[in-house]
């Protein structure tokens, strides 16, 4: 039997790597869009569709990433050269 290159064993292994990346991002992204849609529902909020939430939840994240982020030298204005 003849040995498969070197480089398409990479190839299959970072496609591996990353398709289980990716499988597990969504695991965790549905599991917070669904326990989202369930604490509203036992809240008692009304929404007008899926994408309203999906919206707000995309804004909470970007939100929340510009605060956690704003002390840092990437938005501290003191830092920043004219």
Same mark, same amino acid.
């Given at each position: ?22 499988? +597990?991002?969504?695991? !965790?992204?549905?599991?917070?869009? $669904? *326990? @989202? #849609?369930? &604490?509203? /529902? ?10 309203? +939430?999906?919206?707000? !939840?995309?804004?909470?994240?970007? $939100? *929340? @990433? #510009?605060? &956690?982020? /704003? ?12």
């Amino acid at each position: 039997m003849k040995r498969k290159s070197r480089g398409m064993d990479r190839l299959i292994a970072f496609f591996i790597v990353g398709a289980m990346v990716l499988i +597990i991002l969504a695991i !965790l992204m549905g599991s917070y869009f $669904f *326990g @989202f #849609i369930g &604490f509203l /529902k036992v809240m008692g909020v009304e929404y007008e569709s899926y994408w309203a +939430i999906y919206l707000f !939840l995309f804004f909470i994240f970007v $939100f *929340g @990433f #510009i605060a &956690f982020f /704003k002390d840092t030298h990437f938005f501290n204005e003191e830092c920043q050269t004219e």
